[in-house]
Nanobody, 125 residues
Framework: QVQLVESGGGLVQAGGSLRLSCTAS????????MGWFRQAPGKEREFVAA????????YYADFAKTRFTVDRDNVRNMFWLQMNSLKPEDTAVYYCAGREKYAGIGYRADEYSTWGQGTQVTVSS
């Protein structure tokens, strides 16, 4: 069973950047499609971005397409979310999540079986 730990969250001013990291351990990371989700207070958890286990495709929510980038290293068992031009509405807890082995891209939280504990991102105006 893969275990996920996020890091890199924090407080940033609007227009700034953050790079979130997700470190995987205890399993075979290279065969799992990975995703980032976020959850703001009082809102449902929403899809941010994902990258397929085979590294050949990545997908983004509309709000993330021009500002966020995902990347992963299947040798170092790491997955990143680079966030640029941050806005106050990006404030949320960001979660790293993994799908079952060899699964494709998923856009719903219930399609992911493994979750990190989350990292808080706060964007001030």
């Amino acid at each position: 069973q893969v275990q996920l730990v996020e890091s890199g969250g924090g407080l940033v001013q609007a227009g700034g950047s953050l790079r979130l990291s997700c470190t995987a351990s205890g399993g075979t990371f290279s065969t799992n499609t990975m995703g980032w989700f976020r959850q703001a207070p009082g809102k449902e958890r929403e899809f941010v971005a994902a990258m397929r286990w085979s590294l050949d495709s990545s997908y983004y929510a509309d709000f993330a397409k021009t500002r966020f980038t995902v990347d992963r290293d299947n040798v170092r068992n790491m997955f990143w979310l680079q966030m640029n031009s941050l806005k106050p509405e990006d404030t949320a807890v960001y979660y790293c999540a993994g799908r079952e082995k060899y699964a494709g891209i998923g856009y719903r939280a219930d399609e992911y079986s493994t979750w990190g504990q989350g990292t808080q991102v706060t964007v001030s105006s």
